[in-house]
């Protein structure tokens, strides 16, 4: 008998469903928030308010597009955490009364978790493509900057990670004050593109382990504008693209080196990028490189499944719907985890 589960996502400032069925993605419906634009981040009251408006229309569209009944679903996968509270309190509590409405069981997915496992989401049966195990995955996101060792879909283990910055952030904060918005990664890789990488050199973090650091280089590139600011107030108007780019470089080659010493330590050739800032095209390319210079057998998401989507979050409860990993009715959301 086949297995259709609704994912639904709810953890920052999207709402998401989606419907799959025995691994094969039917639906996966995103409602952003533009609200938060005039305010340079995410404003979790009313990030919640607009998961409240949206929730209802997002998974009947989600069910609508998938060509199914509601009553053909097997199981209510909802992300608990980690996330914003408020934000994630509204996918919990929608879950819970489709759930019981339904008589079907829910199933809890780590946020994070669901990162990893959007490389296992099949566009048609035919879809082949998802990585070996064990692999790395490479996690960046807003939040987030960990180098994964993933030994099964439900196997995985934190090899290191951020001790402050992630790099989303670090891109976020760096053209912040640049006056680039919010979200400003995609804004420098778009300038990027047309600027000289080698133009300015930051600071890179020299700390043990797998383990990352942006806040260095965040510092580095605020004195580096302000001492240019002193001489020529035009400073960043006439150097962002060159700005940019060296960011861009400097982020890469952070997370690339790091990457790279987990692969050679531990033998690992299969890796894989997941999270908001896997859509970077200089990472993307980055990755390109290492699979001709080293081998490496790489996984890079759609640019669809980059940011929060709920069709990783549907793949992640059919893996745990298959175990039986169901969840009891009194779960309630968590803010902040590791995996
Ligand atoms: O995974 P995600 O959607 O959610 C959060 O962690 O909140 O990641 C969002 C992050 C933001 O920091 C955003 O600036 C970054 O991903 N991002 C990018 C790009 N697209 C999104 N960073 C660099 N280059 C991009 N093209």
Known sequence: MSVTIIGIES?????SAAVIRDGVMLSNIIAGQAVHEAYGGVVPELASRAHQQNIIPVVTEAIRKAGIEKNELSGIAFTRGPGLMGSLLVGTSFA??????????????NHLQAHVLAHFIKESPEDNDQPAFPFLCLLVSGGNSQIILVKGTDDME????????AAGEAFDKCAKVMGLGYPG??????????????????????????NYSFSGLKTSFL????????EDPDFIEKNKAD???????????????????ASKDLGIKEVAVAGGVSANTGLRDAFYDYAKRYGWKIHIPKFAFTTDNAAMVAITGYYKYLKGEYCPMDAVPF????L
């Open 223 to 230: 004195y580096t504008l302000r001492d240019h600011l002193k």
């Open 158 to 165: 934190v090899i290191g990670q951020t001790i402050d910055d």
């Open 185 to 210: 990664g995609p804004v420098v890789n778009r300038l990027a593109n047309e600027g000289n990488p080698e133009a300015f050199k930051f600071s890179k973090p020299h700390i043990p382990d797998y």
């Open 335 to 338: 803010s902040r985890v590791v």
């Open 11 to 15: 953890s920052c400032d999207d709402t």
């Open 96 to 109: 819970k009364g489709l759930s019981i409405s339904l008589d079907v069981p829910m199933i809890e997915v």
């Open 243 to 261: 700005l940019c780019a060296s960011l861009q470089a400097t982020v890469i080659d952070i997370l690339m080196n790091k990457l790279s010493k």
